[in-house]
């Protein structure tokens, strides 16, 4: 799902050339999940109320294979973004569940280790789904590319068939709930660090392609390579991230956040030395991978009695981030050039790192061990 999120990353250009659309349009094929995924990711706890879990995955596993089945065949940028707007349903639904789920499907002990095996996952689909995309771009189409996500899509529906015990609704959830987590204070500033730095990251790397193949001027095997290390970068970041965040989980998030602002700055002024544009974009990947495993982890502190509704809202949130960051890039990209979806990122990156310095306290303790003891967790051997 992460990787078919993400591919127009990596396919912009040949997708803006076949549809004969501008790059910052079709950078709107990564706004348009987000938007639709943001409204789902509010509803989906109510709407689904009662519907056993593992009917919910597989659905929605059947249902991420139509959209880039949609994308892979759409003739045009409506259809298109329509296949995309089917994804965000996919996006808005899956997250907002996974931490609660997480927690009734393994011992308390082992919820951390699970929640990083997800998210080992996350990093995997950033260090293989952009390169390969790339490279598969060129050798079978950007069309051929979707096609392929299509058929990994069917491969986690068979697997989850087979793998996922029943997962029935534990307890009934309320829109009322997310209104009484927004008149926290601690929740509203959280999400609203949540939106600058999801935001800033997704101003400028919605467009890297653009910005390395117009800027720093690499053909598509350095540019394969340069996405490659970055996901490397991301996973190793990812793989560390558990010791950074317990050393201090707010500071660690805003020092991540203060260190792509300031990579921005070196892109600004090294963006055409392919050498220093790789080792920037391995730094931003690394600091990349441990953001959001840092946001999960203050949703599991801050909203541990209302996993699922709170998940929502975090997810509903980050939409709203990729969406607005995705969006600002595209308009800085048709108005200005690649080279300004750096500064725009670089501004809301430094936003994020001064709320999250001087507003977001995470809460002390185990959470995620605290959240699991309130769940009545399923019999593991089932899975």
Not at 6 to 26: K, M, N, Q, Y
Not at 34 to 50: D, H, N, P, W
Not at 268 to 293: C, D, H, K, R
Not at 360 to 368: E, H, K, L
């Amino acid at each position: 799902m992460v990787t078919a999120q993400f591919l127009p990353i990596s396919l912009l250009t040949p997708i803006a050339r076949d549809l004969a659309i501008s790059e910052g349009v079709a950078g709107q094929t990564v706004t348009a999940p987000a938007a639709l995924g943001l409204v789902v990711s509010l509803v989906i706890a109510v709407a689904t109320r009662g519907l056993d879990r593992r009917r919910l995955l597989i659905g929605l596993a059947l249902l991420l294979g139509v959209s880039n089945l949609v994308t892979a065949v759409a003739p045009n940028l409506p259809l298109l973004l329509a296949g995309r707007m089917l994804m965000g349903v996919c996006l808005g639904a899956f997250w907002p569940f996974a931490p609660a789920l997480v927690m009734r499907l393994v011992p308390a002990g082992s919820v951390s280790r699970a929640l990083s095996i997800i998210f080992g996952g996350v990093a995997i689909s950033g260090i293989a789904s952009a390169p390969l995309a790339s490279v598969l771009g060129e050798w079978i189409g950007w069309r051929g590319v979707f096609g392929c996500a299509a058929g990994l899509a069917i491969l986690a529906l068979i697997w989850q068939w087979v793998a996922l015990p029943s997962l029935p609704q534990q307890e009934p959830a309320r829109f009322a709930t997310l209104i009484n987590l927004l008149k926290r204070s601690d929740v509203r500033i959280g999400l609203g660090a949540v939106i600058l730095s999801f935001a800033g990251h997704n101003a400028f790397f919605t467009y890297v392609r653009p910005f390395l193949e117009n800027v720093t001027h690499v053909n598509v095997t350095e540019l394969t390579l340069i996405l490659l290390v970055f996901g490397v970068a991301g996973f190793i970041g990812n793989s560390l991230s558990g010791l950074l965040l317990n050393w201090n989980l707010s500071r660690t998030i805003a020092l991540m956040c203060l260190l792509m602002s300031l990579l921005a700055v070196g892109l600004t002024f090294f963006g055409e030395v392919p050498g220093v544009v790789t080792a920037i974009l391995a730094s931003w990947g690394f600091a990349n991978g441990i953001v959001p495993v840092g946001w999960n982890t203050w949703l599991t502190r801050t909203f541990r009695d209302d996993a699922e509704s709170g998940g929502g809202l975090f997810v509903a949130t980050a939409q709203l981030a990729i969406m607005t960051g995705a969006a600002v890039g595209g308009m800085v990209i048709d108005g200005i050039g690649p080279l300004g979806t750096v500064v725009a990122g670089g501004v809301l990156l430094v936003l994020a790192a001064g709320v999250i310095a001087f507003g977001v306290r995470p809460m002390d303790g185990d959470p995620v061990a605290i959240a699991h003891t309130s769940q009545d967790p399923v019999n593991v051997s089932q899975a």
